[in-house]
């Protein structure tokens, strides 16, 4: 099996884009500023909540308290990403399909590993420069929009290029930037991890 570091962004939010569109009530749009400043009793509640169901320690440093907490939200959640990027997604004996209590493996949260058909769920963790999966938010944002893999080189055959094809990007690019560049602040914050075993 290849793996795709480009391939993560498809995996890490494809429950967030199925949630989107099951939903059949009109919501509210979640778009901070760009300082991260939101006005409503809604989006206040969303960010206190992300912060309250991190799983992990979030490094603040330099970054935006309200972009953090509503990044962990989308991702947590609305996403699912821990689904198919923490493999595997739940410690022994705490696994929510198993009638356990509810306890997420997080010492591989994030850091991809699993199996999906052809694909291998890519790590979402920062990378030594603080940047998750190694990108910046140009190129998440351009992934996210376009759809683009972009560990493709010249020449890589179908199906792992040119597009992105476990993620739905055509749903997800209806995404405002506030939600993505969320999502990117809060995937910077959470600590480097290693993938566990692929399975």
């Known amino acids: ?3 795709s570091r480009g391939g993560w962004l498809g995996i890490a939010l494809a429950m967030f884009a199925a949630a989107g569109a099951q939903a059949q009530a009109p919501q509210a749009t979640v778009t901070p500023s760009s ?3 939101s006005s409503s009793a809604g989006d206040r509640e969303r960010i206190d909540a992300g912060f309250a169901m991190a799983p992990v320690p979030l490094d603040l440093q330099g970054r935006n308290p309200r972009l953090v907490g509503l990044g ?6 609305v996403g699912a990403c821990l689904d198919c990027h923490t493999n595997p997604p739940y410690r022994p004996g705490g696994d929510p399909y198993q009638g356990q209590p509810k306890q997420i493996n997080t010492e591989h949260y994030l850091a991809g590993g699993k199996a999906l058909g052809p694909f291998i769920s890519s790590n979402l963790t920062p990378d030594a420069d ?3 999966n190694g990108r910046t938010l ?6 996210m929009r376009q759809g683009l893999n972009l560990d ?3 020449g890589d055959p179908p ?5 992105l094809h476990v993620m739905p990007w055509p749903n997800l690019g209806n995404s405002s930037d506030g939600e993505l560049r969320a999502i990117y602040e809060y995937l910077s914050a959470i600590p480097h991890a290693e993938p566990g075993a692929t399975r």
């Open 130 to 132: 603080g940047l998750p």
């Open 152 to 154: 493709c080189q010249p």
């Open 138 to 143: 140009d190129q998440f944002m351009t992934a």
């Open 159 to 163: 199906p792992h290029c040119p597009l």
């Open 1 to 3: 099996m290849r793996r």
């Open 72 to 77: 962990s939200y989308l991702v947590n959640a």
């Open 35 to 37: 300082d991260g400043d």
